[in-house]
């Protein structure tokens, strides 16, 4: 079955510092990628998508590339914000699942100022 | 165009009691699923609605459970609470893209507690 595996958290870091967050998946067909982001007490929203290999995703400064080779879809941000402290989900889905999403288990990321 | 809303946000239950959750969708999208986030098993997939007709459908008990009206709305039931029931649900809805895949759009979520 599919599966996605992101870093663990927590993630700590001052405001304009770089963000890299891990995220690999396992999947038998040709998935779409996603990174969604969970602010404190709120549903997800979308981030960013990539629907097929070397597509890059990209909203509000955050970037990620869908790499097929070494199926990885790892989040980046050049300078981050006190804002953009969440929780950040990788999932992505496919034809065979049905298109239901499969998430990671969710990186927390705190900017301190 | 308005995003997915739920209702109710907050629910407060005892054990054995029944609780009905409600979705209303992005206009236009005919999709509608459900999740369960909790701490401990993050987020899972519930079931999926499309045309009235539930199209996919997770690894929960049977106490879950779902409909989808002709507007697309959904509703989600969960009969027999249990204390482990607690946890934020979400709805997302979706249309399908060019190519086939869909993107999924969430609602901010019904937080039940159940006690």
């Known amino acids: 079955g599919n599966s996605v595996t992101q870093m663990e958290g927590p993630v700590t870091l001052s405001e304009e510092a770089f963000l890299t967050i891990n995220c690999t998946y396992t999947?038998?067909?040709?998935?779409?990628l996603f990174w969604y982001v969970q602010y404190p007490g709120e549903g997800l929203q979308l981030l960013l998508k990539?629907?097929?290999?070397?597509d890059k995703g990209s909203n509000k400064g955050f970037e990620a590339t869908y790499r097929k080779e070494t199926t990885s879809f790892h989040l980046e941000k050049g300078s981050v914000q006190v804002s953009d402290s969440a929780v950040y989900f990788c999932?992505?889905?496919?034809?065979?699942?049905?298109?239901?999403?499969?998430f990671g288990k969710g990186t927390l990321l705190t900017v301190n100022p | 165009k308005a995003g997915v809303t739920q209702t109710p946000r907050y629910l407060i239950k005892t054990r054995g009691q029944q609780v009905t959750l409600s979705c209303s969708p992005i206009?236009?999208?005919?999709?509608v699923s459900w999740y369960q986030q909790t701490p401990g098993q993050g987020l899972q997939f519930l079931f999926e609605?499309?045309?009235?007709?539930?199209?996919n459908k997770g690894n929960f008990p049977g106490r879950f459970s779902g409909r989808q009206f002709s507007n697309s709305r959904s509703e989600m039931n969960v009969s027999t609470l249990e204390l482990g029931d607690s946890a934020l649900y979400l709805c997302?809805?979706?249309?399908?893209?060019?190519?086939?895949?869909?993107?999924?759009?969430f609602g901010p979520g019904t937080r039940l507690l159940v006690l």
């Open positions: 999932a992505l889905s496919d034809r065979g699942s049905n298109y239901k999403l499969t």
């Open positions: 609605y499309f045309s009235e007709t539930q199209r």
């Open positions: 990539a629907t097929k290999a070397d």
């Open positions: 999947a038998t067909g040709y998935p779409s």
């Open positions: 206009s236009g999208h005919r999709s």
């Open positions: 997302a809805s979706s249309h399908r893209g060019p190519g086939g895949q869909e993107t999924q759009y």
